[in-house]
């Protein structure tokens, strides 16, 4: 089975920071990884697919890099509605699907 | 594009229940549906899933007690579980999968139904 490390787990930023999330599968993707934000109760949101398209809607602060086994999420300059937990995905390795274990993302 | 989640609720272990997602602004036969369910304080499993064709596929930690299916002229995708066990416990959503190439993303997800599998 494919595994899926997202890193860190974890993490503490202010308004204003730009910040990295990485996302590492332990075989080839290609490109098909996704991204997603879920805030607390609710529903995760498309952010960005195929590594690195943004999603219609989404703030170009947003923005994502990588191809193979290595992807990262980058978020220009933090702004207070983008605390939440943040999960990558494939869908290159069969059965159709993988997550990544989630990154919390807090106010410091 | 709307889909709505019905069913969940709270099951003994052993037991079955059925979730619905009703879809509109698109055809759920014309697309490729899937569960994906959330454990509380947990990440996001992929449970489910058929495809345009019919094809369907399970995690194996599901494969032998749940049902994916459809009803075209309802226009709703449905999740039979069967022999649920306390580990089921989890908010389930339906989402829609736009495909693209060889992959394909998440771009419609409904809002979740929550199931809790307790005696």
């Known amino acids: 089975d494919i595994q899926m490390t997202q890193s860190p787990s974890s993490l503490s930023a202010s308004v204003g920071d730009r910040v990295t999330i990485t996302c590492r599968t332990s075989q080839n993707v290609r490109t098909y990884l996704n991204w997603y934000q879920q805030k607390p109760g609710k529903a995760p949101t498309l952010l960005i697919y195929?590594?690195?398209t943004l999603q219609s809607g989404i703030p170009s602060r947003f923005s994502g890099s990588g191809s193979g086994t290595d992807f990262t999420l980058t978020i220009s300059s933090l702004q207070p509605e983008d605390f939440a937990t943040y999960y990558c995905?494939?869908?290159?390795?069969?059965?159709?699907?993988?997550f990544g274990q989630g990154t919390y993302l807090e106010i410091k | 594009v709307q889909l709505m989640e019905t069913g969940g609720g709270l099951v003994h272990p052993g037991g079955s229940l059925t979730l619905s997602c009703a879809a509109s602004?698109?055809?759920?036969?014309?697309?490729?549906m899937s569960w994906v369910r959330q454990a509380p304080g947990k990440g996001l499993e992929g449970v489910s899933f058929i495809y345009h064709d019919g094809t369907t596929y399970y995690a194996d930690s599901v494969k032998g007690r749940f049902t994916i299916s459809r009803d075209n002229s309802k226009n709703t995708l449905y999740l039979q579980m069967h022999s649920l066990r306390a580990d089921d416990t989890a908010v389930y959503y339906c989402?829609?999968?736009?495909?693209?190439?060889?992959?394909?993303?998440?771009?419609?997800w409904g809002q979740g139904t929550l199931v809790t599998v307790s005696s």
């Open positions: 989402a829609r999968a736009e495909v693209i190439g060889a992959g394909h993303f998440f771009d419609y």
């Open positions: 195929d590594a690195s």
């Open positions: 995905q494939q869908s290159y390795i069969k059965p159709p699907c993988t």
């Open positions: 602004g698109f055809s759920v036969s014309a697309d490729y």
